[in-house]
């Protein structure tokens, strides 16, 4: 597989307790845990995007520039669509109002020393307070 330079996930070992909270968020499915610490299972699952990041409380996630195989967008709608029909799709919540990503587009966000999501809708709010 040929490869390119890019970013991708890294996950540092050491810091990892193995929550889950990064599972669900890659909607890719590019991370499982393995032995109870986070992977990057296929690395061609992983866009690099950082979605992940927020969500992880030990700040185990980071984006590193390296040599890895492109994005396979195919794979990755493939992968996401066989998630939603077996229904391995926990859908995420706003913190503020509780709304599903299914309702509105929610975005990470750290706040009160811990990293959750917000949507569209609360985040003028928190802007603007
Ligand atoms: S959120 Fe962080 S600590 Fe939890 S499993 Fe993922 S990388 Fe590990």
């Known amino acids: 597989m040929a490869t390119v330079t890019r970013g991708i996930v890294h996950i540092d070992e050491d ?10 968020p ?13 992977k990057v299972v296929k690395e061609e699952l992983c866009d690099g995007a950082g979605f992940c990041l927020a969500v992880c409380p030990e700040g185990a996630l980071t984006i590193e520039q ?4 492109a ?19 926990m859908a995420q919540t706003c913190f503020a109002c509780g709304r599903s990503e299914m309702d509105a587009p929610l975005l ?8 959750t999501w917000v949507c569209v809708k609360c985040l003028p709010q928190l802007i603007h307070g």
């Open 15 to 24: 810091k990892c307790t193995g929550c889950g909270l990064c599972v669900l």
């Open 71 to 89: 994005f396979d967008e195919d794979a990755a709608a493939e992968r996401t669509a066989a998630k939603l029909a077996a229904g391995a799709v």
């Open 108 to 115: 990470p966000v750290r706040t009160g020393g811990r990293s």
């Open 26 to 38: 890659c909607a890719e499915g590019a991370i499982e845990l393995v032995d109870g610490k986070a």
């Open 66 to 69: 390296r040599e890895a195989p």
